[in-house]
Nanobody, 124 residues
Framework: HVQLVESGGGSVQTGGSLRLACSES????????MAWFRQGPEKVREGVASIEPDGTVAYSDSVKGRFTISRDIARNSVFLQMNSLQPEDAAVYVC???????????????????WGQGTQVTVS
């Protein structure tokens, strides 16, 4: 079965950087759309960024200019580079993926069939 595994979370100071990774060892090349979501203390899931098969990316206004999503098929991974981290970025970051054709966007939770368990990011 599909297993998305996130890594790279941790604790950083305000203004610091982290690079999250999401890997899937067996089915990664079947994925079309991939995205990162986050869930803060209020337990509300927020879409952060998404990447489509043609490389089209989209970011929420809250992270635009600071975060970068990228995909490395050779490494079976999608990454989220997070710079200039702020306390409000603290959350559990969750990777999502989908094998269906067609457009996708981080604003649409239903675009993603598979979800990881998440990795914690703390900013102080």
């Amino acid at each position: 079965h599909v297993q998305l595994v996130e890594s790279g979370g941790g604790s950083v100071q305000t203004g610091g950087s982290l690079r999250l990774a999401c890997s899937e060892s067996r089915y990664f090349d079947t994925f079309t759309c991939m995205a990162w979501f986050r869930q803060g203390p209020e337990k509300v899931r927020e879409g952060v960024a998404s990447i489509e098969p043609d490389g089209t990316v989209a970011y929420s206004d809250s992270v635009k200019g600071r975060f970068t999503i990228s995909r490395d098929i050779a490494r079976n991974s999608v990454f989220l580079q997070m710079n200039s981290l702020q306390p409000e970025d603290a959350a559990v970051y969750v990777c999502a993926a989908d094998p269906r054709p067609g457009p996708c966007h981080y604003k649409n939770v239903g675009d993603f069939r598979y979800w990881g368990q998440g990795t914690q990011v703390t900013v102080s």
